[in-house]
């Protein structure tokens, strides 16, 4: 990619690899909206996070703003990639593998008039007639979604 196209998927990701940061990212994300309005100062994030390093935190967070981060003069807050990061690994699609045993539904196929099946498999939810083989449904699934 160019600098015209953006920041480059590997150098986006990279800016994740380090544990500081994404205790930060959590940090923001976890913080009651009520009681911080969405943003948080400096110092409330670095508490937060619980990172003594008032030097080492600024570098780690400073990493961060434009990227993930969105820094205004009431504080920092995530912005959007930032907020669909922090959902996604809470989700588990990075870190959580699960198996799940395939459900018979109360829905019939449409087709051949069989219970439908539930199947889940590499984070994605099938839902499929088991006899004439007929899909339904194919969508992403997080892990924690089937654990729960």
Not at 44 to 50: G, H, I
Not at 89 to 102: E, K, L, S
Not at 115 to 144: K, S, V
Request: charged share 30%.
């Amino acid at each position: 990619m160019t600098e015209a196209d953006g920041t480059d998927p590997a150098d986006a990701f990279g800016l994740i690899a380090d544990e500081t940061r994404m205790t930060i990212l959590r940090a923001l994300a976890e913080a009651p909206y009520e009681e911080y309005g969405g943003s948080l100062s400096f110092s409330e994030l670095r508490s937060r996070a619980d990172v003594r390093d008032s030097g080492k935190f600024n570098y780690h967070l400073q990493q961060l703003v434009g990227q993930f981060i969105r820094e205004t003069d009431d504080g920092y807050s995530l912005n959007y990639a930032g907020d669909l990061l922090y959902r996604t690994v809470v989700a588990g699609f990075f870190t959580d593998q699960t198996d799940a045993d395939d459900v018979d539904t109360d829905s019939r196929c449409l087709d051949c008039e069989t219970g439908l099946e539930t199947r889940y498999e590499d984070t994605r939810l099938h839902i499929a007639c088991p006899e004439c083989g007929r899909e339904y449904q194919d969508i992403p699934f997080p892990p924690t979604a089937v654990e729960n």
